[in-house]
């Protein structure tokens, strides 16, 4: 059963957090520390240690071929004359121990010197004062406030990404058009629209899965939370108890059993689909008018990105209007590594506009700079717009003592499964008291 769960917990990070790069994170397996490490083709320079994913790209290839990240480091290691040398996390040798187990354990024995890591492993590490506080870096002073919002731990920022992860309604605006309906922008709106396509024949309006349903909460649960001008003192009252996560997170919970019992979305389908795999087609086929999906789908030829309608990517509906939900990774430093000043060094420069302009061209995302501007595509303009207003709501924050993606996640999948908006607050409540119990 232990292994099921572990299991379940590592494909949730693969499908919600980052979309396409980071679906390697999720899998189990087990190496030896150093395994998996490329060679180093010059003895005499220094190095610095990455615990990550991914495999660096050989060096001789060409740059179609490397990762938009391979790009950035290569800028560092020239700098510097140093190299950055891989120490790769292996899904099929892990057996027991996820890719955030392996972070902990790397992390808490001082193994290497900079790590990419998911939200719930940045607020446990932050929270145990073992990461550098990264306002240190003059790339810190060029991040949008959400990337600070995101990851500060007790005051301190402890992890940066290179892009900032958007999700999104995707509409078929042809099938908009043709009921004469406006794109929605609350959640009345939102459920008039599904109504009108329910009565005129669409069996299920929304095309859902078994993973990202808990945006609707969050665009709800917390549009005053991140946009009313009291982010702070709203998250401290409810890390000291002063609020519950269930009083924000029910009315979330309500409208998605609402548009469950309509029948806009099927929760027993829901619930066995994964992300784009299962209600990809129909949408493409335009037989579902709305689906929801993270930034990167609408760049790519294999989920959104090559549709016979005209796409339009709007926020989630919320009091306060369309809603992105952002989450994020981040890469963080050792407070005690080895080659702390060299590791300061090179991240400071992959987070410089300039490496970071690089990143966003090659990867058509959106930058943690807001210096750092790429044109992207019509339909991402709605969505596009709202995050350059700074307007927002976190999916994953580090400095709120309960983790919020994951769990959300699954527990909305519960209530896809019959769990009644109840039992779902009362999850919540369980959840927070344990994080009371160990602050």
């Known amino acids: 059963m232990k292994k099921k769960i572990k299991g379940r917990r590592n494909k949730l990070w693969a499908v919600c957090i980052t979309g396409i790069m980071l679906f390697i994170i999720s899998a189990c397996g087990r190496i030896k520390a150093d395994e998996n490490l490329i060679p180093n083709d010059d003895k005499e320079r220094k190095i610095i240690n990455l615990f990550g994913p991914m495999e660096k790209s050989k060096p001789n290839v060409s740059n179609i071929a490397r990762t ?38 790397r992390v808490r024995n001082n193994m290497d010197d900079l790590y990419l890591l998911n939200p719930d492993t940045i607020q446990i590490l932050g929270s145990e004062e073992l ?61 008039e629209c599904c109504r009108v396509f329910k009565e005129n024949g669409i069996e299920t309006p929304i095309g859902a899965n078994r993973w990202w349903l808990e945006n609707f909460v969050f665009a709800q649960a917390y549009a005053e939370l991140y ?42 389908t829901a619930s066995t689909y994964e992300a784009i795999e299962g209600e990809g087609a129909d949408f493409l086929a335009g037989k579902t008018p709305v689906v929801m999906a993270y930034w990167g789908a609408a760049n790519s030829d294999i989920a959104y990105g090559k549709t016979d309608f005209n796409l339009k990517v709007i926020g989630f509906p919320s009091k306060l209007g369309q809603m992105p939900v952002v989450s ?72 709120m003592n309960v983790e919020q993606w994951g769990n959300t996640c699954q527990i909305v999948s519960r209530l896809l499964n019959g769990a009644t908006v109840d039992e779902c607050m009362a999850a919540f409540d369980k959840l927070q008291d344990e994080a009371l119990n160990r602050s």
């Open 227 to 268: 946009n009313g001008g009291s982010t702070k003192a709203l998250i401290e009252a409810l890390n000291k108890g002063e609020a519950r996560y269930s009083d924000y997170m029910r009315p979330g919970f309500e409208y998605l059993k609402e548009l469950i019992d309509k029948g806009y979305i099927d929760a027993e």
């Open 68 to 105: 938009a990240f391979d790009l950035t480091v290569e800028m560092a290691e020239e700098k510097f004359d140093l190299t950055v040398r891989y120490r790769t996390y292996t899904a099929e040798n892990y057996q027991e121990k996820t890719y955030d187990d392996v972070c902990l354990d």
């Open 328 to 399: 994020m990774t981040g890469y963080a430093i050792v407070k005690d590594a080895e080659h702390l000043e060299d590791t300061i060094a090179v991240l400071d420069t992959i987070l410089s506009d300039e490496a970071l302009q690089l990143y966003a061209e090659t990867n058509k995302v959106i930058s943690a700079s807001p210096n750092v501007e790429v044109e992207c595509i019509d339909a991402l303009k709605p969505l596009n717009d709202k995050i350059n207003e700074n307007i927002y709501v976190l999916g994953s924050n580090a400095g």
């Open 131 to 191: 990461l550098l506080d990264l306002s240190v870096l003059d790339s810190a002073k060029n991040l949008r406030d959400v990337v600070k919002t995101a990851n500060t731990v007790n005051g301190k920022l402890v992890a940066i990404p290179q892009e900032v992860v958007a999700y999104g309604l995707f509409l078929n605006q042809d099938m908009f058009d043709e009921y004469n309906l406006a794109l929605p922008n609350t959640p009345e709106e939102f459920m």
